[in-house]
T-cell receptor, first 116, second 113 residues
Framework: GAVVSQHPSRVICKSGTSVKIECRSL??????MFWYRQFPKQSLMLMAT?????????EQGVEKDKFLINHASLTLSTLTVTSAHPEDSSFYIC????????????FGQGTRLTVV | GENVEQHPSTLSVQEGDSAVIKCTYS??????FPWYKQELGKRPQLIID?????GEKKDQRIAVTLNKTAKHFSLHITETQPEDSAVYFC????????????FGGGTRLMVKP
């Protein structure tokens, strides 16, 4: 299957700082990537849809000015958590679907963000 | 939008027994239904999926059934093993490449040796 790489896998930051998470499709081009957030013992909740070359589409309740998404190329989407607070601590995970007619989603390894 | 409900939230079985997890969905346009296994701190792993033109699919000890009319689908694991212990998620999407997944709430499966 296709490979999606996400970095960093773990990050600890201080309150008020910003953190950037990268999601790369290594062996295919992804015009669309998705960012999910998963709190402990909960399901994956879609935060936003990242579209190459255009603005991201955010789900209801997700602050677009706090979670900045950039999808500048067909293989890279970034999520920046700005002015992070302890309540932003979570597992962030991206996914991409190969445009080659498959519907399977390929997930990155996830990023464990801890804000102290 | 799509809403996916998953039951039970926890399931404990004895090794060798079968486990069944059920999901319902709300969007009649959904036509792709994957199941994921997630171990703690790791990415979800696709274990089986089914498309709406098929009623059942099997892969060794794992099977999925789909009832489009009732909008529900189920995961069946037979001859469970301790390594099957994990959290399982069902999901639904409209199936086009790039379409988003809506996940169920998850089922924590514990297989006791």
């Amino acid at each position: 299957g296709a490979v999606v790489s996400q970095h960093p896998s773990r990050v600890i930051c201080k309150s008020g700082t910003s953190v950037k998470i990268e999601c790369r499709s290594l062996d295919f081009q992804a015009t669309t990537m998705f960012w999910y957030r998963q709190f402990p013992k909960q399901s994956l909740m879609l935060m936003a849809t990242s579209n190459e070359g255009s603005k991201a589409t955010y789900e209801q309740g997700v602050e677009k000015d706090k979670f900045l998404i950039n999808h500048a190329s067909l293989t890279l989407s970034t999520l920046t958590v700005t002015s992070a607070h302890p309540e932003d601590s979570s597992f962030y995970i991206c996914s991409a679907a190969s445009p080659g007619g498959y519907t399977e989603a390929f997930f990155g390894q996830g990023t464990r963000l801890t804000v102290v | 939008g799509e809403n996916v409900e998953q039951h039970p939230s926890t399931l404990s079985v004895q090794e060798g027994d079968s486990a069944v997890i059920k999901c319902t969905y709300s969007d009649s346009a959904s036509n792709y239904f994957p199941w994921y296994k997630q171990e703690l701190g790791k990415r979800p792993q696709l274990i089986i999926d089914i498309r709406s033109n098929v009623g059942e699919k099997k892969d060794q000890r794992i099977a999925v059934t789909l009832n489009k009319t009732a909008k529900h689908f189920s995961l069946h694991i037979t001859e469970t093993q301790p390594e099957d212990s994990a959290v399982y998620f069902c999901a639904a999407s409209r199936g086009n490449a790039g379409n988003m997944l809506t996940f169920g709430g998850g089922t924590r499966l514990m297989v006791k040796p």
